[in-house]
């Protein structure tokens, strides 16, 4: 059975790191392109960043670009996301998701499946 689990979610203070991280199982993750997503309370979910399935490329939503990074280690099946210089605005809870595809992909409804979530709320 194909899943996806996140963790590494935490309450911090602004401007400070968290890396999360997704591990998969059950199918073949070097197959897969993967994006973070995240949703706010009352907001809609929102693409964070994606990378191909070979990590030769990447995409970043303008909002954390300088500030996030997302990277994978095909061979111990987990794929990280790691946040810097963190804002209140980042307060979200922050999915993985998968695709059996080449590219990247930014719009949620492409993914084929998701993992269940990790809190990450930033305050002081």
């Known amino acids: 059975q194909a899943q996806l689990v996140e963790s590494g979610g935490d309450l911090v203070q602004p401007g400070g790191s968290l890396r999360l991280s997704c591990a998969a199982s059950g199918f073949d993750l070097d197959s897969y392109s993967i994006g973070w997503f995240r949703q706010a309370p009352g907001k809609e979910r929102e693409v964070v960043a994606c990378i191909t399935s070979d990590s030769s490329n990447t995409y970043y939503v303008d909002s954390v670009k300088g500030r996030f990074s997302i990277s994978r280690d095909n061979r111990k099946n987990m794929v990280y996301l790691q946040m810097d210089s963190l804002q209140p605005e980042d307060t979200a809870v922050y999915y993985c998701?998968?695709?059996?595809?080449?590219?990247?992909?930014?719009?949620?409804?492409?993914?084929?499946?998701w993992g269940q979530g990790t809190q990450v709320t930033i305050s002081s």
């Open positions: 998701a998968a695709k059996r595809a080449l590219g990247v992909w930014t719009k949620a409804h492409f993914y084929d499946f």
